[in-house]
């Protein structure tokens, strides 16, 4: 392993119940390594194949707990977000996994310890590593924290992201033309600048709203909009 102070926080995050140094080992051990290293049989591709199911179902299974008021389609589009490769390699690094890796020098000298890709991979194998050494509840407690530091985030922008389709999805119902957003205005310097957009349907101005960016100006303008006409969720 490499510099001890930065891989403490890594092995201070897995659960105690977990002491498999040789299903850690695997976990951390990218294919590159094993390229250059002939006397290391595996690298983590079987694992991060079994951490990605396990994932699902864990992440799935916490969703439709906490969230029993949410449509199969809304549960689909938030384990999707949390189970995305960003957010997995965001959750490594809050970890601290990058550095622990095992990689040839190539990737490693390439920023392959900071790789969305690589990140995601290992950490969905460590996921499996714990599960095979332990049980599924010690994964539970393993990943609880991170689905539960993240969902508001993920449910915030999940809910500005949905308003545009949903009334996207009205008009088109009521036979009218796509929603059309155009700019009218930005003020203020460019660190601290403000668009405004006003939302139009078949040529009418239903509503307008306001936001940071044209992007969050204009879901500003469609949560007016679904207000105004009363849009329910379905």
Known sequence: MLDSHNSAKFYSALPRQFNDNFLLTRALTHRSYLNENRSVIED????EFLGDAILGYVVAEWLYNHF???NEGVLTKLRSSLVHTQQ???FARSINLGCVLLLGRGED????RDRNAILCDAFEALIAAIYLNTDIQTVKEFIYPFLENEIHSILANHSEEDVKSRLQEWAQAQGFSS????LTGEFGPDHEKVF???VLIDDKEIAEGSGGSKQLAEKSAAAAAILKIGIKEE
Do not use: D, S
């Open 68 to 70: 029993p008021e949410k």
């Open 88 to 90: 997995l390699a965001g």
């Open 109 to 112: 000298q390439a920023g392959g």
């Open 179 to 182: 929603p059309i957003y155009v």
């Open 44 to 47: 983590n591709e079987r694992l």
């Open 196 to 198: 405004t957009v006003k």
